[in-house]
Protein backbone atom coordinates (compact mmCIF):
# COMPACT_ATOMS: atom_id res chain seq x y z
CA UNK A 1 0.00 0.00 0.00
CA UNK A 2 1.34 3.68 -1.00
CA UNK A 3 0.28 6.61 0.66
CA UNK A 4 -0.78 9.84 -1.49
CA UNK A 5 0.18 13.47 -0.22
CA UNK A 6 -3.41 14.52 -1.72
CA UNK A 7 -5.62 11.37 -1.46
CA UNK A 8 -9.30 13.08 -1.64
CA UNK A 9 -8.02 15.57 -4.86
CA UNK A 10 -6.76 12.56 -6.34
CA UNK A 11 -9.93 10.54 -5.84
CA UNK A 12 -11.92 13.41 -7.44
CA UNK A 13 -9.87 13.86 -10.71
CA UNK A 14 -10.27 10.05 -10.84
CA UNK A 15 -14.47 10.18 -10.24
CA UNK A 16 -14.78 13.06 -12.70
CA UNK A 17 -12.56 11.11 -15.25
CA UNK A 18 -14.55 8.28 -15.34
CA UNK A 19 -17.64 10.05 -15.43
CA UNK A 20 -15.87 12.36 -18.53
CA UNK A 21 -16.61 15.61 -16.50
CA UNK A 22 -14.48 17.77 -14.68
CA UNK A 23 -14.40 18.53 -10.46
CA UNK A 24 -15.96 21.36 -10.50
CA UNK A 25 -18.92 19.83 -11.73
CA UNK A 26 -18.39 17.28 -9.13
CA UNK A 27 -19.09 19.96 -6.15
CA UNK A 28 -21.84 21.89 -8.26
CA UNK A 29 -23.80 18.56 -8.67
CA UNK A 30 -23.78 16.11 -5.82
CA UNK A 31 -26.74 14.37 -6.54
CA UNK A 32 -25.51 12.63 -9.50
CA UNK A 33 -24.78 8.67 -9.57
CA UNK A 34 -22.49 7.13 -11.26
CA UNK A 35 -23.99 4.09 -12.82
CA UNK A 36 -22.83 0.68 -12.31
CA UNK A 37 -19.80 0.75 -14.84
CA UNK A 38 -18.79 3.57 -13.92
CA UNK A 39 -18.72 2.97 -10.24
CA UNK A 40 -16.79 -0.49 -10.94
CA UNK A 41 -13.91 1.55 -13.33
CA UNK A 42 -13.61 4.42 -10.23
CA UNK A 43 -12.85 0.80 -8.03
CA UNK A 44 -10.59 0.08 -10.54
CA UNK A 45 -8.85 3.16 -10.68
CA UNK A 46 -9.07 3.77 -7.09
CA UNK A 47 -7.05 0.62 -6.33
CA UNK A 48 -4.40 1.04 -9.11
CA UNK A 49 -3.84 4.74 -7.21
CA UNK A 50 -3.75 2.66 -3.90
CA UNK A 51 -0.89 0.70 -5.61
CA UNK A 52 0.50 4.05 -6.36
CA UNK A 53 0.29 4.19 -10.12
CA UNK A 54 0.54 8.01 -10.82
CA UNK A 55 -2.72 9.89 -11.46
CA UNK A 56 -1.42 10.85 -14.65
CA UNK A 57 -1.35 7.48 -15.95
CA UNK A 58 -4.69 6.56 -14.72
CA UNK A 59 -6.20 9.85 -16.41
CA UNK A 60 -3.95 9.47 -19.07
CA UNK A 61 -2.91 12.86 -19.37
CA UNK A 62 -1.39 16.01 -17.83
CA UNK A 63 -1.41 19.73 -17.55
CA UNK A 64 1.90 21.10 -19.04
CA UNK A 65 1.61 25.17 -19.11
CA UNK A 66 -1.21 26.07 -20.78
CA UNK A 67 -1.69 22.52 -22.40
CA UNK A 68 -3.65 19.19 -22.12
CA UNK A 69 -0.92 16.26 -22.64
CA UNK A 70 -1.51 12.61 -23.01
CA UNK A 71 0.80 10.63 -21.63
CA UNK A 72 1.29 6.75 -21.60
CA UNK A 73 3.22 4.30 -19.75
CA UNK A 74 5.93 4.69 -23.03
CA UNK A 75 6.64 8.53 -21.16
CA UNK A 76 7.75 10.15 -18.50
CA UNK A 77 5.22 12.52 -16.76
CA UNK A 78 6.27 16.27 -17.38
CA UNK A 79 7.26 17.50 -14.10
CA UNK A 80 6.04 21.52 -13.27
CA UNK A 81 10.28 22.46 -12.87
CA UNK A 82 10.51 21.30 -17.06
CA UNK A 83 7.93 24.04 -17.96
CA UNK A 84 11.28 26.55 -16.08
CA UNK A 85 13.06 25.05 -18.68
CA UNK A 86 10.71 26.31 -21.54
CA UNK A 87 10.67 29.41 -19.39
CA UNK A 88 14.32 29.89 -20.21
CA UNK A 89 14.72 28.81 -23.71
CA UNK A 90 11.64 30.95 -24.72
CA UNK A 91 13.33 34.39 -23.38
CA UNK A 92 16.27 33.37 -25.35
CA UNK A 93 14.60 33.00 -28.50
CA UNK A 94 12.74 36.17 -29.80
CA UNK A 95 8.66 36.45 -30.35
CA UNK A 96 9.44 36.55 -34.28
CA UNK A 97 12.52 34.65 -34.36
CA UNK A 98 12.64 31.73 -37.28
CA UNK A 99 15.17 29.78 -35.64
CA UNK A 100 15.40 26.04 -35.85
CA UNK A 101 15.38 24.41 -32.26
CA UNK A 102 15.81 20.83 -31.33
CA UNK A 103 14.44 18.76 -28.35
CA UNK A 104 16.36 16.14 -27.93
CA UNK A 105 14.46 12.92 -25.89
CA UNK A 106 11.01 15.08 -26.74
CA UNK A 107 9.11 11.97 -24.76
CA UNK A 108 5.70 13.00 -24.84
CA UNK A 109 6.17 15.79 -26.51
CA UNK A 110 6.03 18.48 -23.35
CA UNK A 111 9.27 20.62 -24.18
CA UNK A 112 8.76 21.00 -28.14
CA UNK A 113 5.35 21.19 -27.99
CA UNK A 114 5.11 23.61 -26.13
CA UNK A 115 7.95 25.89 -27.59
CA UNK A 116 6.66 25.25 -30.64
CA UNK A 117 3.10 26.43 -29.75
CA UNK A 118 4.91 29.98 -28.28
CA UNK A 119 7.26 30.33 -31.08
CA UNK A 120 5.24 30.03 -34.29
CA UNK A 121 7.59 31.25 -37.01
CA UNK A 122 10.60 28.84 -35.22
CA UNK A 123 10.42 25.03 -36.66
CA UNK A 124 10.68 22.50 -33.86
CA UNK A 125 12.47 19.13 -34.49
CA UNK A 126 11.40 16.88 -31.71
CA UNK A 127 13.73 13.33 -31.30
CA UNK A 128 12.86 10.56 -29.61
CA UNK A 129 14.28 6.68 -28.87
CA UNK A 130 11.34 5.63 -28.15
CA UNK A 131 8.59 5.46 -31.58
CA UNK A 132 5.67 4.57 -28.49
CA UNK A 133 6.99 7.90 -27.35
CA UNK A 134 6.98 9.67 -30.93
CA UNK A 135 3.71 8.70 -31.83
CA UNK A 136 2.42 10.19 -28.24
CA UNK A 137 4.19 13.63 -28.80
CA UNK A 138 2.53 13.20 -32.47
CA UNK A 139 -0.62 13.20 -30.93
CA UNK A 140 0.04 16.01 -28.28
CA UNK A 141 1.20 18.33 -31.38
CA UNK A 142 -2.23 17.62 -33.42
CA UNK A 143 -4.15 18.35 -30.37
CA UNK A 144 -2.91 21.21 -29.83
CA UNK A 145 -2.90 22.63 -33.36
CA UNK A 146 1.17 22.64 -33.02
CA UNK A 147 2.71 22.17 -37.01
CA UNK A 148 5.52 23.83 -36.89
CA UNK A 149 7.26 20.67 -35.41
CA UNK A 150 8.48 17.33 -37.30
CA UNK A 151 9.40 14.31 -35.26
CA UNK A 152 11.68 11.73 -35.85
CA UNK A 153 12.87 8.94 -34.37
CA UNK A 154 16.95 8.82 -33.32
CA UNK A 155 19.04 7.59 -30.35
CA UNK A 156 20.42 10.71 -29.17
CA UNK A 157 21.91 12.70 -32.54
CA UNK A 158 22.55 9.32 -34.20
CA UNK A 159 20.08 9.91 -37.06
CA UNK A 160 20.10 13.71 -37.01
CA UNK A 161 23.18 13.41 -39.69
CA UNK A 162 24.60 16.96 -40.52
CA UNK A 163 21.67 18.97 -38.76
CA UNK A 164 22.39 21.95 -36.84
CA UNK A 165 20.04 24.02 -34.88
CA UNK A 166 19.85 27.60 -33.06
CA UNK A 167 18.54 25.69 -29.95
CA UNK A 168 19.06 22.28 -28.27
CA UNK A 169 16.73 21.77 -24.92
CA UNK A 170 16.87 18.62 -23.27
CA UNK A 171 15.68 16.91 -20.34
CA UNK A 172 17.80 13.99 -20.83
CA UNK A 173 17.55 10.62 -17.92
CA UNK A 174 19.51 12.11 -15.47
CA UNK A 175 18.57 9.04 -12.43
CA UNK A 176 21.49 6.86 -11.13
CA UNK A 177 21.02 3.36 -12.36
CA UNK A 178 21.94 0.87 -11.33
CA UNK A 179 21.00 1.19 -7.93
CA UNK A 180 20.19 -1.26 -5.03
CA UNK A 181 16.52 0.18 -4.62
CA UNK A 182 14.44 2.48 -7.01
CA UNK A 183 13.99 5.80 -5.24
CA UNK A 184 10.20 5.56 -3.73
CA UNK A 185 7.24 6.49 -5.34
CA UNK A 186 5.84 6.93 -8.17
CA UNK A 187 8.82 6.68 -10.70
CA UNK A 188 8.81 3.68 -10.07
CA UNK A 189 6.04 3.62 -12.88
CA UNK A 190 7.86 5.44 -15.30
CA UNK A 191 10.05 4.04 -18.36
CA UNK A 192 13.08 3.64 -17.38
CA UNK A 193 14.00 4.63 -20.68
CA UNK A 194 13.31 8.25 -19.88
CA UNK A 195 14.53 7.84 -16.11
CA UNK A 196 18.12 5.70 -16.36
CA UNK A 197 21.10 8.03 -16.47
CA UNK A 198 23.84 5.40 -15.95
CA UNK A 199 26.13 6.01 -13.53
CA UNK A 200 25.93 8.65 -11.45
CA UNK A 201 22.87 9.22 -13.61
CA UNK A 202 25.63 11.70 -15.89
CA UNK A 203 25.83 9.48 -18.43
CA UNK A 204 23.72 10.49 -20.80
CA UNK A 205 24.19 14.52 -19.42
CA UNK A 206 28.11 13.57 -20.80
CA UNK A 207 27.41 12.27 -24.62
CA UNK A 208 25.07 14.83 -25.02
CA UNK A 209 26.89 18.02 -24.32
CA UNK A 210 29.69 16.75 -26.41
CA UNK A 211 27.49 15.30 -29.21
CA UNK A 212 25.44 18.55 -28.99
CA UNK A 213 28.90 20.62 -30.57
CA UNK A 214 28.61 19.23 -33.83
CA UNK A 215 24.68 19.98 -33.95
CA UNK A 216 24.61 23.51 -32.91
CA UNK A 217 25.09 26.38 -34.93
CA UNK A 218 27.68 29.35 -33.95
CA UNK A 219 26.16 31.62 -31.46
CA UNK A 220 23.32 28.61 -30.51
CA UNK A 221 22.55 27.69 -26.86
CA UNK A 222 22.01 24.56 -25.22
CA UNK A 223 19.54 24.01 -22.28
CA UNK A 224 19.78 20.95 -20.10
CA UNK A 225 17.66 19.73 -17.22
CA UNK A 226 19.51 17.57 -14.45
CA UNK A 227 19.58 16.44 -11.24
CA UNK A 228 19.84 19.23 -8.22
CA UNK A 229 23.35 17.81 -7.31
CA UNK A 230 24.67 17.75 -11.01
CA UNK A 231 25.02 21.47 -11.38
CA UNK A 232 28.76 21.20 -10.80
CA UNK A 233 29.39 18.15 -13.32
CA UNK A 234 27.30 19.74 -15.77
CA UNK A 235 29.33 22.76 -15.95
CA UNK A 236 32.39 21.28 -16.13
CA UNK A 237 31.10 19.30 -18.78
CA UNK A 238 30.21 22.58 -20.69
CA UNK A 239 33.74 24.10 -20.04
CA UNK A 240 35.37 21.44 -21.24
CA UNK A 241 33.68 21.43 -24.01
CA UNK A 242 34.54 24.93 -24.64
CA UNK A 243 30.61 26.19 -24.45
CA UNK A 244 30.72 30.20 -23.03
CA UNK A 245 28.28 31.82 -20.73
CA UNK A 246 27.55 28.42 -18.30
CA UNK A 247 24.67 29.27 -16.52
CA UNK A 248 23.04 26.76 -14.05
CA UNK A 249 19.22 28.05 -12.91
CA UNK A 250 17.42 26.73 -9.83
CA UNK A 251 13.60 24.98 -9.66
CA UNK A 252 10.66 26.02 -7.61
CA UNK A 253 12.27 23.97 -4.60
CA UNK A 254 15.43 26.82 -5.11
CA UNK A 255 17.36 23.64 -6.12
CA UNK A 256 19.74 23.71 -9.26
CA UNK A 257 17.99 21.78 -11.89
CA UNK A 258 19.04 22.78 -15.47
CA UNK A 259 22.08 24.60 -17.03
CA UNK A 260 22.26 26.68 -20.09
CA UNK A 261 25.38 27.59 -22.36
CA UNK A 262 26.26 29.13 -25.45
CA UNK A 263 28.32 27.21 -28.56
CA UNK A 264 30.72 30.08 -29.50
N1 LIG B 1 12.85 14.78 -12.76
C1 LIG B 1 12.75 13.35 -12.69
C2 LIG B 1 12.82 12.90 -11.25
O1 LIG B 1 13.81 13.06 -10.62
C3 LIG B 1 13.82 12.67 -13.49
C4 LIG B 1 13.58 12.90 -14.89
C5 LIG B 1 14.76 12.60 -15.75
O2 LIG B 1 15.58 11.71 -15.47
N2 LIG B 1 14.85 13.33 -16.77
O3 LIG B 1 11.85 12.39 -10.78
Redesign the pocket.
Known amino acids: MNSSDSPQLDAEVLLANVLGTDRSRLYAHPEMTPSRTSAADFKRLLNSRRAGCPVAYLTGSREFRSMVLRVTRHT?IP?P??ELLVEAALERIPGHGRAGILDLGTGSGAIGVAVAAARPYCTVTAVDLSTDALAVARENAAANGVANISFRQSDWFGNLHNRRFDAILC?????EFPRSAL?PGE?RFEPRL??D?GHN?TDCIRIIIFGALRHINQGGFMII?H?HDQGDYVRQQFRINHYRDISTRRDYAGLERYTCALRP
Open positions: LRETNPPYVPIALGGEA
